[in-house]
DNA sequence: CATCAGGGCCCTG
DNA sequence: CAGGGCCCTGAT
């Protein structure tokens, strides 16, 4: 291999600039129990981004901390009756006590360490037939471990594209925009922030193969770069008011919106909507049949599980795709089609 | 080789 | 409010 086209390789696969980031601080985080560490930070349906990574009892991320980047290590350290989780800051200057403040909010909020689960609990084990499934789960949060806009460039990316194109989609973005760090022996990379796109063209974006979607990355991005969208207001929105804004979005219908509104309000609700592709996987899991009609899917789960839909089908759907990833399901591999 | 649909959404009539 | 068109890719 020449020199010449190592470099090519090396800079197309963002393998170039790796920042070394350094432990700095540390503090701890008390969920309110129940509390379930893995299934909380780790989502087996949702594709795997380089952003984070997860072991058992261990979590690592990073995150923008004001103008600095930083990483993440988040430890189970705690018990049953006293979830505790252990925080390891990684930068490359010395943290504030002010930022630990600014993070330990964040987190508590990214991960809804605060929710009251008692109702959905008494709920739930009434159901006999996933009674085992609530019941192995049992403390796990609906959690996206970044912002309103990374989880919206994620959705945007899913968009009328199989799983597979969706992560080459996101690599090249991460290639172009993103930044890589070490630490913690992890090498991770950064998403950009939307400021960071002001001078990135729609042409520049499609020549990532975003195809039709840089369009709607690029309105997206100066959206939030310039403010119009505060997605701390957002998080004090009822789900009604919040879903009304989000859908104003360019690029944003009712299944970019549900994708986006837990993370963005962390409220528990019904299920107003359901995607082709999760009719599919719903028919099968709560029927055992291959196409049941969307409106039925929602009265029978909204009458099942009341204002705890949301939570109950996100239990089923990770347990579906967590026994997938031990032991491969057949039909849903067909489905997912990588 | 061509055609098509995929974890939608915008725009038009 | 239904339906065409959109970028690109891998499957058929």
Redesign the pocket.
């Known amino acids: 291999m020449s020199t010449v086209f190592a470099l090519f390789w090396l800079a197309r696969s963002g393998k170039m600039i790796s920042k070394h980031l350094r432990k700095r601080e540390s503090f701890q985080l008390f969920p309110r129990p129940p509390f379930h560490f893995d299934a909380t930070f780790h989502k087996p349906?949702?594709?795997p981004a380089p952003i984070t990574a997860w072991e058992p009892g261990f979590y690592w991320m990073t995150l923008h901390l004001g103008p600095s980047i930083c990483g993440l290590r988040i430890e189970n350290a705690g018990s049953k009756r006293k979830p505790t989780l252990k925080v390891s800051v990684f930068s490359d200057h010395r943290i504030l006590h002010s930022e630990v403040v600014a993070l330990k909010t964040e987190l508590t909020w990214r991960f809804d360490l605060d929710a009251d689960l008692n109702d959905f609990e008494k709920a739930a084990l009434i159901d006999a037939r996933f009674r085992p499934v609530f019941r192995r789960w049992r403390g796990t949060r609906d959690s996206w471990h970044g912002t309103l806009y990374e989880l919206l460039v994620i959705s945007v990316l899913?968009?009328?594209?199989?799983?597979?194109?969706s992560v080459q989609m996101l690599q090249a973005l991460l290639d172009a925009f993103g930044k890589r760090v070490q630490f913690d022996s992890k090498d991770l990379c950064v998403m950009w922030e939307p400021a960071h796109m002001r001078g990135v063209s729609e042409g520049d974006l499609?020549a990532l193969?975003l195809?039709?979607?840089a369009?709607f990355l690029n309105r997206l991005s100066l959206d939030f770069a310039n403010g119009t969208v505060d997605e701390i207001e957002l998080r004090t929105m009822d789900l009604d008011r919040a879903r009304k804004e989000l859908t104003k979005?360019?690029?944003?219908?009712?299944?970019?919106?549900r994708?986006l509104l837990y993370p963005a309000c962390h409220q528990h609700e019904r299920l107003r909507h359901v995607?082709?592709?999760q009719q599919k996987i719903y028919s099968r899991i709560f029927y055992e049949k291959p196409l049941v009609p969307v409106p039925k899917i929602l009265s029978d789960l909204n009458k099942r599980y009341g204002t705890f839909a949301g939570l109950a089908t996100h239990y089923v759907w990770e347990d579906l795709f967590w026994r997938h990833q031990h032991k491969s399901i057949p039909w849903l591999a067909k489905?997912?089609?990588l």
């Open positions: 349906s949702h594709f899913l968009q009328n594209a199989t799983v597979r194109r499609r193969r195809g039709y979607r369009r979005l360019y690029g944003v219908g009712p299944e970019t919106a994708i995607a082709p592709w489905e997912i089609r």
